[in-house]
């Protein structure tokens, strides 16, 4: 819904206003109550919202009429964030490095990387780091995991990884992050 390769706006239809907003207002009604899980229902409504607006036939470019660098990132960025948000320990992170998202489109490892930075200007790892880095933010910030936790659903076999991993990327311990924000 937010890539350069589809349209972002969606007219909202007199008849389709009214659902849209009773989800605000029930988001809004939950941020303020005290209710202890609050954000997971804000997020599945916020969840809720997306699917029906998805499913409102959005008028894509199709991926016949991209270049092939630009199909084999789009395929890559949706593996990549088909894996999020992560929802339990119990199903850790499972597509972690290049070489796993190329084994999973059937390519080799190089031509994944060439096609990712001819589009993005990054590396494949560089995009996933980030993605790991930003989602590690919303487990400490919006779960009651522990850290370990965290990084073991993250793909971290070792706590210490984790740590040393997300003070490298944001130049700050996951407990300082969590104590802080």
């Known amino acids: 819904m937010f890539k350069d390769w589809s349209s972002p706006f ?3 239809s007199d008849e389709q206003l ?5 989800y605000f207002q029930e988001m809004y009604r939950l941020n303020q109550s005290n209710y202890q899980l609050r954000y997971f229902s804000i997020r599945n409504h916020l969840s809720a919202i997306f699917h029906y607006v998805l499913e409102q036939k959005v008028d894509e470019i199709h991926a016949v009429e991209l270049p092939s660098n630009v199909r084999l990132y789009k395929k ?5 964030n088909k894996q ?5 320990p119990a199903h850790p992170l499972i597509l972690k490095t290049p070489a796993d998202f190329a084994t999973k489109l ?4 190089n031509h994944l ?3 990712v930075k001819s589009v993005t200007k990054q590396t494949t790892t560089q995009i996933i780091k980030q993605k790991i880095v930003e ?5 400490l910030l919006y779960t009651d995991w522990d850290i370990a936790q965290v ?24 407990l300082k992050f969590k104590q802080e924000n």
């Open 151 to 174: 990084g073991y659903t993250l793909g971290f076999e070792e706590p210490a990884h984790f740590n040393n991993f997300f003070k490298k990327h944001t130049l700050t311990s996951p």
């Open 76 to 80: 890559f960025d949706e593996l990549l």
């Open 10 to 12: 969606i007219e909202i």
């Open 18 to 22: 009214p659902l849209i907003l009773s």
């Open 113 to 115: 990387n060439s096609s």
């Open 135 to 139: 989602e590690a933010k919303n487990l």
């Open 84 to 88: 999020f948000p992560l929802d339990s």
């Open 106 to 109: 059937n390519i080799h490892v």
